[in-house]
């Protein structure tokens, strides 16, 4: 994975949501509809792990959450190439919640 901006598309259970991120240097910091997320992410070769805090920023009635939480931790690993990635990822103590998270890089910083 490269640093620069990336979609980052969020699938559970039938629902999807994205957040758009800058991701450089081990540091993640971006926005969605509903909530900001920051964090941190080390790359070893191709795999990837990250842990990933999303805290609300507004509700939205008009779309169903993956999980509806103010405050959501998130671990996430798997393979990444150049400007792609996809992850398992967790929702922290919410077992019952199993993410596939995929990252598509968007353009440079």
Known sequence: MRD?????LFESHGRTGF???AA???????CGHTHFT?????IDD?????????T???KRDDLIEI??????????????SLGFGEFDAR??????????????WVCDL
Do not use: P, W
Request: glycine share 10%; charged share 25%; proline share 0%.
């Open 91 to 104: 929702v922290v103590g919410r077992s019952d919640i199993d993410i596939i998270a995929t990252f598509q």
């Open 56 to 58: 609300r920023h507004s």
């Open 46 to 54: 191709n795999q990837f792990k990250a842990r990933l805090h999303l």
């Open 67 to 80: 999980t509806d939480q103010d405050e959501i931790d998130i671990k996430m690993s798997g393979i990444c």
């Open 4 to 8: 620069g901006i990336y979609k980052i």
């Open 19 to 21: 957040n758009i991120v």
């Open 38 to 42: 920051t964090g941190t992410y080390k």
């Open 24 to 30: 450089s240097d081990g540091v993640i910091a971006g």
